[in-house]
């Protein structure tokens, strides 16, 4: 045989030490050996698992116990030691089975009966060779009959043929380890040796005395093993016969059977009574069988009749349920105070009726039902009941509304005061409405047509208060903001004047209208949010994302609109589409409710407006800004608001350009404009000073207004000079010179005085032009004059050298002033020497 892990004494040492390192106290290991593979619960993975070994240890037991067994899976760490994995107990094992599907015979199954879950499946195990696996498997049963005093059931592998095995190879097994392990293995193989005859003999002790007892059975028969046919037949003959012999003993009893004979007839006359008996008792059990089914069917008829009853009185019951009114909610419906209080109460009264009138109605209530008098009566009483309740909670609400605003107009602490700018804040009128917006939700479900006064009546309160408020901030906000009492001049006067005018600081006038702004856009568009939810109208969200509106932060989030989300009575989330039909309702009631309020900003634009008129171009960038965050349709009136501020800003910019055009038209009526005119360095101040305002997308509305301006400036300029043509072209040289030396700065980053730029340096070039050709006329002209005085014409050929000489210094100068222009383009001017 060849040799076993099994006989490894330093495996068996290295076992014994990871079982002492594991905390086993008393276990000594009796049999180990390596596995080639083996499958626990990853079977069902289809993963296998890493090499293992099995070791059988023993536990003896110092109290006078049982000892016990048990088979320890120990595996490989990464330092190559031996831990222990898996510990079976062997008092559980049932079942030890050879796989048959392994052709080799070497893999084996464990059964465990604490392996209680179908999940789990029993360890399974594959041994290197035969001798291996029935080595093991005997070393399991020997410690199963020695220590547990009982035998596991056995499959696939026959008993006999390990017995016999044991028995060829146990004395192999002792001679081996003898030999290479000394002493110490001797001892452990002498121990296995005694667990090993004692099983070998119960094996081969009952395989014996079934073979001998067969033996002995066909011993009596002088037969062979092969001879079964013959056996089976000579069975059968001699049973015949052995019942032949009992049958011909009774016959020879013939007194016997005259007894018997008499007992037959005796029994045969009973039975023709019984016959008898039995025909009557089953004439008498078909009556009554006839009768109990007539009971039965009576029976069953008044069953189904009870049932039915008992249906119809359910059924009633709950129709009548329905019908009741309850008397708490009757009185609140009809009597009840509106006061916060007993709110709770009015809306489940609320609710209780809503669910009573749907009840009543065909969906939720059978078709049979609803023609009957009493749930046509109930329905008129439950109308009644809702007409009463809307009317006076409509009453309520409008009282309500105006009683809340009068309080809050009244006392001058909500509104700004002298020296004191106050914001509006409406957090205790929303907390206030807010109690009362669960029963408008459920008016609005009961009677729909009660909401359309209430809007109104709501609109008509809250417009007093916004306006009021409104007008009082605007007042305070223009008295208390320090501004220059005298308004600047730009383009008409002398030349101090107009520059000393232009140079206070105007900031805090564009700063108060974008606190008015700030303060009362989000203001308003709140009040829009807050009405629509409160008011049930079933439109999208009118906030929108992104917009400026950055105050609500201020609260915490906690406004009193946060949770009037809109729902059914039934408090169901409704979700509508952004093309409700109530959109353009919920504009005209917004409309109404915050008409009015544009006059108080319309009197801050034009406050502005008279202080610096220059300041519309940053109102206009602010204004623009709220503008485009204002993106929902249903705030609608807030953006209109702000178109309208937009449009009166726009009028007011351009009423000032045509006042500056105005003002330059003026220097036409003049006599004799000699150098530089006054609006020409002006338009340059006025110019930088607009382009310091732009804010956000005002580029439109300047460049609309230095178109304006410079065509009228050069309109203006040529019929100045044209005026005097004897001075026309240096007018227009140095103007134009003036212009472009004033607005070179500005023509870089600008693109519309760029185009100014270039159009001025153009009527440049041909101011020159015509003034050099007049001056080159003039100098000929003088030359042959004196030359004709003196009777000596100059010749032809002489006028033209005299008129080159002069072009060519023109020229020069022409040369130099266009280089200048080329560095001017690339280098600073006052570099350029």
């Not at 037969?223 to 016959?251: H, P, T, W």
């Not at 609005?444 to 007093?464: E, F, I, M, T, V």
Request: charged letters at 25%.
């Amino acid at each position: 045989m060849a040799k076993s892990s099994a006989d490894d004494a330093e495996l068996r040492r290295a076992c014994a030490a990871a079982v002492a390192a594991s905390g086993a106290r008393g276990e000594e290991v009796t049999f180990s050996i390596r596995v080639a593979k083996g499958r626990g619960i990853f079977e069902k993975l289809g993963r296998l698992a890493k090499p293992r070994v099995l070791a059988l240890t023993v536990k003896q037991s110092s109290r006078g116990e049982a000892n016990k067994a048990f088979l320890r899976v120990l595996k490989y760490s990464s330092g190559a030691v031996l831990e222990p994995a898996k510990l079976y107990k062997l008092k559980h094992l049932t079942k030890v089975e050879v796989i048959s599907s392994d052709p080799s015979g070497c893999t084996f199954v464990l059964g465990f009966d604490n392996l209680r879950s179908q999940s789990v499946a029993p360890p399974q195990w594959t041994m290197r060779n035969i001798d291996d696996r029935n080595r093991l498997l005997f070393c399991i049963l020997n410690m199963c009959k020695e220590i547990l005093s009982y035998l596991p059931k056995v499959v696939g592998i026959d008993i006999v043929e390990l017995a016999l095995w044991a028995k060829e190879n146990t004395l192999t097994i002792d001679n081996q380890v003898s030999t290479q392990d000394g002493q110490e293995t001797s001892a452990v193989t002498q121990t296995e040796r005694k667990v090993t005859v004692t099983v070998e003999n119960d094996l081969v002790s009952q395989a014996k005395e079934e073979e001998e007892d067969m033996e002995a059975l066909l011993d009596t028969y002088v037969m062979g093993i092969g001879e079964a046919d013959a056996f089976s037949e000579r069975l059968k003959q001699e049973l015949v016969a052995l019942e032949a012999a009992n049958v011909y003993q009774l016959l020879e009893s013939e007194p016997l059977i005259e007894e018997v004979l008499q007992g037959l007839d005796a029994a045969s006359a009973t039975v023709d009574d019984m016959d008898e008996w039995l025909r009557i008792f089953n004439l008498k059990l078909r009556h009554m069988r006839e009768d109990i089914a007539s009971i039965e069917s009576r029976n069953n008829g008044l069953e189904m009749q009870s049932v039915n009853n008992k249906a119809l009185m359910e059924e009633l019951d709950k129709l009548l349920e329905r019908l009741r009114i309850p008397q708490e909610f009757a009185a609140s419906l009809t009597g009840g105070s509106f006061e916060e209080s007993r709110m709770l109460k009015n809306v489940e009264a609320c609710e209780w009726l809503t669910g009573a009138i749907r009840s009543l109605e065909v969906p939720n209530l059978d078709p049979c039902y609803v023609n009957m008098r009493a749930v046509r009566e109930k329905k008129a009483e439950l109308e009644k009941l809702k007409t009463t309740f809307v009317r006076r909670a409509s009453e309520f609400l409008r009282n309500y509304f105006s009683s809340l605003v009068d309080f809050m107009i009244s006392d001058k602490s909500y509104f700004s005061q002298r020296g004191q700018l106050k914001r509006p804040d409406h957090a205790d009128l929303r907390y206030k409405c807010r109690t009362y917006a669960r029963l408008l939700q459920h008016l609005k479900g009961l009677d729909k047509s009660c909401l359309g006064p209430l809007r109104k009546a709501y609109c008509h309160s809250l417009n007093l208060l916004l306006r009021r408020e409104a007008r009082e901030f605007a007042n305070e906000l223009r008295a208390s903001t320090k501004a220059p009492k005298n308004p600047a001049v730009w383009l008409e006067g002398s030349n101090g004047s107009g520059h000393n005018g232009s140079s206070a600081d105007t900031s805090t006038v564009s700063d108060a209208y974008s606190r008015m702004l700030t303060i009362f856009i989000p203001l308003l568009v709140d009040e829009s949010s807050f009405f629509a939810h409160f008011m049930c109208f079933e439109v999208p969200a009118l906030v929108p994302a992104g917009s400026p509106n950055v105050n609500k932060s201020k609260s915490g989030g906690n406004d009193a609109d946060d949770d009037l989300g809109l729902m059914d009575p039934d408090g169901n989330d409704l979700k509508p589409d952004s093309t409700s039909a109530e959109l353009g309702t919920l504009n005209e009631a917004l409309q109404e409710l915050l008409d009015g309020i544009q006059e108080d900003f319309y009197a801050v634009v034009d406050w502005a407006y008279k202080i610096d008129p220059l300041r519309c171009i940053s109102m206009h960038g602010i204004t623009e800004r709220y503008l485009s965050g204002q993106k929902a349709d249903a705030a609608g009136f807030v953006r209109k608001l702000l178109d309208d501020l937009e449009s009166r800003i726009s009028v007011q910019f351009s009423r000032f350009i045509d006042e500056a055009c105005h003002q330059i038209e003026r220097n036409e009526r003049n006599v004799r404009q000699t150098g530089i005119l006054a609006y020409i360095p002006r338009f340059a101040v006025l110019a930088s000073r607009m382009e310091q305002y732009i804010q956000g997308q005002s580029r439109d509305l300047i460049d609309k207004a230095y178109t304006k301006l410079v065509s009228t400036m050069f309109a203006t300029l040529e019929k100045i000079a044209q005026s005097d043509p004897k001075t026309a072209d240096i007018v227009l040289i140095e103007n134009y010179a003036a212009f472009q030396n004033s607005l070179y700065d500005l023509a870089n980053v600008v693109p519309t005085l760029a185009k100014f730029y270039h159009q001025a340096s153009e009527s440049y070039e041909l101011a020159c032009t015509r003034h050099i050709s007049s001056l080159i006329y003039l100098v000929c002209k003088s030359t042959q004059k004196s030359t004709c005085c003196g009777y000596n014409v100059f010749a032809p050929d002489k006028c033209k050298i005299i008129f080159w000489t002069f072009w060519q210094q023109f020229e020069r100068l022409f040369q130099f002033n266009r280089k200048v222009e080329e560095l001017t383009y690339t280098i600073a001017a006052e570099e350029v020497s």
